[in-house]
Nanobody, 124 residues
Framework: QLQLVESGGGLVQPGGSLRLSCAAS????????IGWFRQAPGKEREGISC????????NYAASVEGRFTISRDNAKNTVYLQMNSLKPEDTAIYSC?????????????????WGQGTQVTVSS
């Protein structure tokens, strides 16, 4: 069974950092592009970052560029999202998704497999 599981969310003060993990089971993550998405209450889901299967292509939404860094360790079947300089407006449920494609450049959709998400709350 193909499964993605996010972890690393929590409560952090403004200006703080968190590292989210997206772990895959039931399939080899190294064949897939991975995207990170977030959804805040009352707002539409936002694609914030992606990484290609090789790690050679990454992209970021303007709202997180310069503060968030996506990376992957295919040997561990895991993708990470390092989040620095967090702001209250970063509060959301963060989810990862996987997409198998021959494209070398990652993009924010469409994705085939989704995790359940992890809550990130930025508050003093």
């Amino acid at each position: 069974q193909l499964q993605l599981v996010e972890s690393g969310g929590g409560l952090v003060q403004p200006g703080g950092s968190l590292r989210l993990s997206c772990a895959a089971s039931g399939f080899t993550l190294g064949y897939y592009h991975i995207g990170w998405f977030r959804q805040a209450p009352g707002k539409e889901r936002e694609g914030i970052s992606c990484i290609s299967s090789s790690g050679g292509s990454t992209n970021y939404a303007a709202s997180v560029e310069g503060r968030f860094t996506i990376s992957r360790d295919n040997a561990k079947n895991t993708v990470y999202l390092q989040m620095n300089s967090l702001k209250p407006e970063d509060t959301a449920i963060y989810s990862c998704a996987a997409r198998r494609t021959i494209q070398t450049i990652c993009s924010m959709g469409p994705y085939d497999y989704w995790g359940q998400g992890t809550q990130v709350t930025v508050s003093s």
